[in-house]
């Protein structure tokens, strides 16, 4: 299926979805930037307000967040039919998107020149694909694949007693050992055992794998926003030399 419609470059940073449109419309593609709220954000705005004889505009969606509600906005837009959306992406950042890969009007590319961004538009405006056969069935594995990995650190986070997750969190949000447990009220010595005992929970060799399997947990909608840190714990004193 071609492209009848304009071809809008869409960012959730207006100004790099701008610098994107100006860059090729100086290669030879006619291109122009929309606010991220008119085309994905807003149900009252967007497609819908795409004229009759426009129905199937191309979108390029420019993927700077890499979270699952860019993902969600972006699946509300395609299945309402009336858009074909090409996200560009990293190659790591690809695997978010292996779960809409099977919709017609979407296509994923890992495009890194304004060259290549072109030719694939103009490829698909021409009623071509970003994503051969072999690309999408390869996207949707490893889709499933990252899928399953995020359930299994999910179950693991969720196993986690209250006390452990609680130093898990809030060494997540940056405070040293010292720092958690003036927090908690409780010795370095304590902190120092539940990290031991929630990295054996969890498999992680170190500290920091820890906290990563934390951020893919939350990633993947589990608890509430991490714990921010107390700027105030240490307001007049010095703050305890790192561990």
Known sequence: MGVAGPTCVVSPHLLVAQAVAAALRSAGTSAEARSWESFVHDPETGSREIAPDEQHPLVVILDGLDNADVVQDVARLVRDGRTRVMVVTTAEASVLWGGLVDE??????????????????????????????????????SWVQALDRRHHVTELIESLSPQQRRVLELLASGLRVAEVGTEMGVTRGTVRSHVKALRAKLGARTQLEAVAMLHEAYAAGVGANLVPRPRQAYAGTEVPPRR
């Open 104 to 141: 017609d009007l979407l296509d994923v590319t890992t495009a890194s020149s304004v060259q290549q961004l072109a030719e694939v538009v103009d490829r698909i405006r021409a009623g071509g694909t970003a994503l051969d056969p072999a690309g999408r069935v390869a996207l949707r594995v």
